[in-house]
């Protein structure tokens, strides 16, 4: 499981713009219960009104994710589509949208509650999608055994049923943009194979080349830190100041860090907010608790190369043990 530990030393981040802004807009991608849960799901926006209209326009569509470095937190993938030719005019020109990286929280969120409010231009023309992705689930997937599922194989799921899901609602896509989470080569014709019908461009820095990215990455972005407002309120406490104490949830922010080790149950760690396979959280953990481990022997190092019900049974008496438990054997007279 290698790329679990390299996850969280990622490229370094600049902890002050990846901190969510204080009271930071609430997005109608988030559902507070699912979030609070540890769920994973998909938020799909209604297709914008000049779309709907006319559904043969055609479209660009953007991707791009927010939140693969932290260790705590979910990972957030935006889709952003719109027509053709307002692309660059109304995103990069009207409303100056960026990579997400290269704006303030302040202004991030500003822009996603022009995303997301009735009567704006950007509401009227744009649509929408995230797929929110648990620190539990991403943490689930990478433990899995026989090969873990690592975030890239995640990632390219999240990235494909975005794109399939918006493709199923008729909305006539035709340039598909994507920031790449690997060799873009490799990954762009893998999606080529998927979407054949598809013009697919994947590039490195794709957020700042294009617009469609750009706003992909505010909402995944805004997405995200509007989630860690929400997994902090199990933590905040009455007299709190409504500032989020473990600030960007990177390893490399210090409050992040001191907030981890503060706040460590012995046994259980933390809670839905933490992603348990990061190197941050398992070295604690192994430093500083979990003293319920538990052993199991190698099957193919055991003598008799016993199943685990051989741990409860003998091997001879099991048969006939379980059948007690369960009832007598039933003969083919019965039939």
């Known amino acids: 499981m290698e790329d679990i530990a390299m996850d969280d030393q990622s490229e370094s981040q600049n902890v002050a713009e990846e901190t969510p802004v204080e009271n930071v807009f609430i997005p109608p991608s988030i559902d507070k219960t699912r979030v609070l849960s540890g769920e994973s799901y998909t938020y799909i926006s209604a297709i914008p009104e000049t779309i709907k209209a006319d559904m043969t326009i055609e479209c660009v569509l953007g991707v791009d994710e927010a939140g693969r470095g ?4 979910p990972m957030v993938y935006g889709l952003y589509y719109l027509p053709t030719p307002m692309h660059r005019s109304l995103l990069a020109e009207t409303h100056c949208f960026d990579d997400s990286k290269a704006l303030t929280p302040a202004v991030r969120s ?17 649509g929408w999608a995230t797929r929110t992705m ?60 998927i979407f054949p019908s598809l013009e697919i461009t994947v590039a490195k820095k794709a957020d700042s080349l294009y617009p469609c990215v750009s706003a992909a990455s505010v909402v995944a972005k805004v ?6 407002d929400v997994l902090y309120t199990s933590y905040a406490t009455p007299g709190d100041d409504g500032v989020v104490a473990w ?9 992040c860090s001191n907030w981890l080790k503060a706040n460590m149950n012995p046994v259980f760690g933390w809670g839905n907010e933490c992603r348990f396979s990061w190197g941050t959280a398992k070295e604690l953990l192994e430093n500083k608790g979990a003293p319920c481990r538990a052993e199991w ?39």
Request: glycine share 8%; net charge negative; charged share 30%.
């Open 297 to 335: 022997p190698d099957v193919e190092d055991s003598p008799d190369n016993m199943k685990l019900t051989g741990f409860f049974f003998d091997a001879e008496e099991k048969g006939d043990e379980m059948s007690e438990w369960f009832g007598r054997r039933v003969t083919e007279e019965v039939f």
């Open 110 to 126: 500003d822009l996603m509650e022009k995303v997301s409010t009735p009567d704006t231009d950007l509401f009227k023309h744009c």
């Open 223 to 228: 997405t995200r830190d509007a989630a860690l």
């Open 134 to 193: 648990s620190a539990r689930d991403i943490s689930s997937g990478q433990f899995k055994p026989n090969g873990t599922y690592n975030l890239n194989a995640q990632a390219m799921d999240a990235t494909i049923a975005l794109i399939q899901q918006v493709l199923d609602s008729g909305v006539n896509v035709r340039e598909v943009y994507i920031d790449t989470i690997g060799p873009p080569a490799s990954y762009q014709k893998k999606l080529e194979r």
């Open 70 to 73: 932290p260790v705590l937190g």
């Open 247 to 255: 600030g960007s949830g990177y390893p490399s922010d210090a409050r």
